[in-house]
């Protein structure tokens, strides 16, 4: 199932609220929630006060991006504030392993992202336990950034480390993606494509649009 996952880190704030009825409206499921603390990315996003207000607002599935360091201090927090998916770095946890472990004890989705010099063998090993993996395509910690070339190979390799396996799982893909290269993106295996100024700058509803027959013209190809 491909899925589209709008990134509010590209919204505008002052009419957070609207922006996100508009996604929803367009027919979106997940809704990506970008979370930075400073420390383990430059900047600082938003955290929990801002995720509990839109929470009441939206039935979207709330695809919790967390790029803080030990984020399994924080993973209760972002399920009390509303997360359905928490995604954490791998470079971020002294303990993997517990830290997944932790997330699913919650009774959420788990996923674990790797930037784009962190090689995919580092998950090889907790990739029978998660739901997701999130290949970062950008460095994280801003959006607006040009897609990495390289990481198409990257999705190729892990989604051949996964059927080498059996393993089915959700890839994520984020960062620099737009219409006119989220072909390629699925071409190489992922299913669920972030998008952050390519969906909210111009027509929320258009920009979606786009990408949908993106979605149809590749189901059309592989089918
Ligand atoms: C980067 C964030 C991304 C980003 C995507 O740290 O994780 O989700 O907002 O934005 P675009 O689509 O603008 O690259
Ligand atoms: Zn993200």
Same mark, same amino acid.
Do not use: W
């Given at each position: ?10 919204? %505008? ?14 027919? +979106? ?20 006060? +801002?995720?509990?207000?839109? &929470?009441?607002?939206?039935?979207? *599935?709330? %695809? ?8 399994? &201090? ?9 997360? %359905?998916?928490?995604? +954490? ?10 830290? *997944?472990?932790? *997330? ?7 996923? +674990? ?13 907790? !990739?029978? %336990? ?24 990257? *999705? ?44 909210? &700058?111009?027509?929320? !509803? ?18």
């Amino acid at each position: 199932m491909i899925k589209l996952a709008p990134s509010i880190l590209a919204a %505008d704030f002052n009419i957070l609220g609207e922006q996100i009825k508009k996604i929803e409206g367009a027919g +979106v499921e997940y809704l990506h929630v970008d979370v930075m603390d400073g420390n383990y990315v430059p900047s600082i996003s938003f955290g929990t006060p +801002v995720i509990k207000s839109i &929470r009441n607002n939206t039935k979207l *599935i709330f %695809d919790v991006h967390l790029m803080v360091d030990e984020p399994i &201090r924080l993973v209760n927090d972002y399920k009390e504030a509303g997360a %359905d998916i928490i995604t +954490v770095h791998a470079e971020a946890c002294s303990d993997l392993v517990a830290t *997944i472990d932790k *997330i699913k004890t919650l009774g959420l989705k788990v996923g +674990v992202s790797l930037n784009p010099e962190t090689p995919i063998s580092r998950i090889e090993n907790v !990739l029978q %336990d998660i739901d997701m993996v999130l290949i970062m395509s950008v460095d994280p910690g801003a959006g607006g950034q040009p897609f990495i070339p390289s990481t198409l190979e990257k *999705i190729k390799d892990l989604k051949s480390m996964l059927d080498n396996k059996g393993i089915s799982l959700d890839i994520e893909v984020d960062g620099g993606i737009r219409p006119d290269n989220v072909m390629d993106v699925l071409m190489a295996g992922a299913n669920v494509i972030v998008t952050g100024t390519a969906v909210f &700058r111009g027509d929320i !509803l258009e920009n979606v649009n786009r990408y949908n027959k993106e979605f149809e013209r590749y189901k059309e190809i592989v089918k």
